[in-house]
């Protein structure tokens, strides 16, 4: 079934195995950090920095200026999104990061964003 | 690549295929950023192996995944993620419908067929959908009633044709897909 499973491996595996990029800590639970969750580093996250590990830094400084959704910051540093998933939860323990999470479906808030997203389309694209 | 500052929602919408149906294409033609790619390792079982066992052989595999932005107002921004269509992906299916507006279904109408296993995941994981036919170039138009009676659709299920390539055809697909998500809410 499996004719060169070395070879997809290769593709992401960073020269140290991931259990050491994450210092051991397992997944949190998935709900925690969506692709679509955004984050942006705390005020003054950038003194404590120095503490990090080279992964946690290369998070942290991406997001330094802005939001970004979870999925461009596993995009934007390579990681693996699992790694991205552990190490924003390391740096939001530390209070290092904030987030604003998706909103959970309800009906209501569906219509307006999907009335939203419809004007932006339209707007747009001048459908 | 930041998103303003004022934006605090994010939604998302799946465009789901086969292998080269054009989902990236679809994603590049309407994404405001360069598609990005996530990349992330999912288990899977190895299948005709150990039936009997009870524990069947479990793998890892590296999956890249293709997706791009739109800002949509100053408070909303709009991800667009390509989704494989095959089975063993499904895992990722959980976590990538839930929340999700809905999904644009890419079909190539030579190959209908191949999009069976994709409607069926999508109609697993509950979600909204609308079709849009890619039309290839060189490849002979079929009339859209053909297409739905293929691929087994219900009557409200909308179908449209698109070129992915072209920006504006690959957003009226879109705008389908939320015109029916948004007909099915009032």
Redesign the interface.
Known sequence: ??DE?DH??E??SPLVPLFVITNGRSLPP??VY?????VSAHEGASAAARTLSPEARLVLDLVM?????V??V???T?L???IVRILLAELEESGLVIT?K????A?RA??E??????????A???? | MYLDSGVSTAVKILVVGHFGVGKTTCIGSISEIEPLRTEEEITEASIGFDDLSGTPDKTTTTVAMDFGRLTISDEVVLYLFGTPGQERFKEMWEELSRGALGALVLVDPERLSDSFPVLDLVERFGLTYAIGVNHFDGTTTYPLSEVREALNLSAETPVVTCDVRDQRSAAQALITLVNHLLSLID
């Open positions: 079934m499996r499973p997809d491996l593709l992401t998935e709900h969506e692709r679509t969750t955004l200026d802005g939001f970004l959704s999925a461009e596993a995009a934007h390579h693996p999104l699992g604003r998706p909103v959970p479906r009906e569906d219509r964003l999907l009335n939203a997203v419809l004007d932006g389309l339209k747009r694209f001048g459908a």
